[in-house]
C-alpha cells in the first residue's frame, strides 16, 4: 500500500487507499490526485504506509518511514533479511513485535 488521501466536499470527508503491485502506477495515481485537489482548491491529506517507498513528487503528510524504512531493516546486522523478508519484518502482526503495531500510539499523536 502506497497511501490514503482524504478529501473535504462540503463537511463530508472521502478517502482512498490507493495499493498495487511495484511499478503499477501507484505514486502517478496519487500525483494526480494531489495535483487535482489543489487546483479545485480541496484539501487532500496523504499517507505512506510503504516502508520501502523512495521518493514522492507530493507532499506525504503521515509517513510511516518515519517509524520503520525497509533499507533500515536490511541493513541491520541481527536480523540479515533481503527485501521480501523485510517487509515482512516491517509490517509483522504479532502483538509486542510489529514496528506499526507498537506505534499506533505515534500515529494518534499525529
Not at 46 to 60: G, I, K, M, S, W
Not at 71 to 86: F, H, K, T, W, Y
Request: overall charge negative.
Amino acid at each position: 500500500p502506497r497511501g490514503l488521501s482524504v478529501t473535504y466536499v462540503h463537511g463530508m470527508r472521502y478517502g482512498q487507499i490507493v495499493m498495487g503491485p511495484a511499478g503499477s502506477g501507484k505514486s502517478t495515481y496519487c500525483s494526480t490526485i494531489v495535483k487535482h485537489c489543489e487546483n479545485i482548491r480541496r484539501t487532500v491529506r496523504v499517507v505512506n504506509l510503504d516502508p520501502a517507498a523512495e521518493y514522492f513528487d507530493y507532499p506525504v503528510d503521515i509517513d510511516i518511514r518515519e517509524l520503520v524504512h525497509l533499507d533500515d531493516v536490511m541493513e541491520a546486522d541481527d536480523l540479515r533479511l533481503g527485501p521480501n523478508g523485510g517487509l515482512i519484518f516491517c509490517m509483522e502482526e504479532k502483538p509486542g513485535q510489529s514496528v506499526v503495531h507498537c506505534s499506533v500510539y505515534w500515529l494518534i499523536a499525529l
